[in-house]
């Protein structure tokens, strides 16, 4: 069977109809040039040129060959290619792990920056809550979750993200001035608040800054989804405290307005185990690292 420099070498003088250009072409001298062309011509036991003094031409068998030639050439050049691009993480999948409320603006806004700076990978989409993100990542089934912290799993490296600010949800028919501004105004008002089990950060968030504000709102639903809350807010069942970015869901009937005395202080985080070998993962976080900079930067 024929080697692939023994093609390349046919393709160069089929090409350039001349064996001393062929040979500067390929960066090697004439003579192993001709000698891989005459093995070539035997293992094929036809001649692929005419071959004169003053000329080369192709022979029928040759003018044949050399279209399948320069296709098998291509083919392996592509090849190398390919595998160059994806060892430098230019090609390849990376699956990615995300909360649904890191969908309403953060992960939007990054995938279309990765997209375009890494046009040969292909992104793989996941949306999960917090907790599972954490044990796939352990297992290997995502290489990269966006999720609430802390992460304490040694594992695992985690960097934030983007940072936001609670906003108060409250239904249109309750008046301005009655609408909760601050913390301790939501002392006795009913709230539609997360679940422990399910929403744990926000739940544990919420908890903390209402007994710093030494205020007890009245409990009236322990949900897990940032929209199930707003939905029930629409309906009037009482009031919520959403991530600014859930804004984005213009729910009916539900008016946004800041929370007065909270900075911005409901985190996203991007987490990656460490001995994860993709070469797309990598290249990906240095995107992610530059990418959130700007953004606070920004901010």
């Known amino acids: 069977m024929f080697e692939l420099i023994q093609l390349r070498c046919f393709v160069a003088v089929a090409e350039e109809l001349h064996f001393g250009r062929a040979a500067g072409r390929l960066n090697m001298t004439q003579p192993p040039l001709s000698r891989h062309i005459q093995v070539l011509e035997r293992i094929l036991k036809v001649e692929l040129f005419h071959r004169s003094s003053r000329s080369v031409k192709l022979t029928a068998a040759g003018s044949a060959f050399l279209a399948e030639a320069a296709r098998i050439v291509d083919m392996a050049d592509s090849a190398i290619t390919t595998a160059r691009a994806a ?144 939905m029930l807010v629409s309906a009037g069942h009482g009031f919520a405290l959403a991530p600014e970015s859930s804004v984005r869901l213009h729910p009916q009937d539900v008016v946004f307005s800041p929370l007065e005395d909270c900075e911005p202080i409901v985190e996203l985080h991007a987490a990656w185990r460490d001995e994860n070998d993709n070469p797309a993962l990598h290249v990906l976080v240095k995107q992610l690292r530059a990418w959130a900079d700007a953004a606070q930067e920004g901010d």
């Open 87 to 230: 060892a430098e993480g230019q090609r390849g999948s990376v699956s990615l792990g995300f909360t649904a409320a890191s969908g309403y603006s953060f992960l939007p806004r990054f995938m279309g920056h990765a997209q375009q700076a890494m046009e040969g990978v292909r992104f793989i989409l996941k949306e999960m809550v917090t907790s599972e993100q954490l044990e796939t990542l352990l297992s290997g089934r995502i290489d990269l979750g966006l999720l609430r912290p802390p992460v304490r799993r040694p594992e695992l490296t985690s960097i934030p993200v983007m940072r936001e600010r609670f906003m108060v949800c409250s239904h249109i028919s309750v008046p301005e001035a009655a609408r909760p501004r601050r913390l301790a105004d939501f002392d006795g008002l009913p709230l539609i608040m997360y679940a422990q089990d399910k929403a744990r950060y926000f739940h544990d968030l919420l908890t903390g800054l209402f007994a710093q504000a030494k205020a007890e709102p009245q409990l009236v639903q322990n949900l897990a989804q940032i929209h199930t809350i707003l």
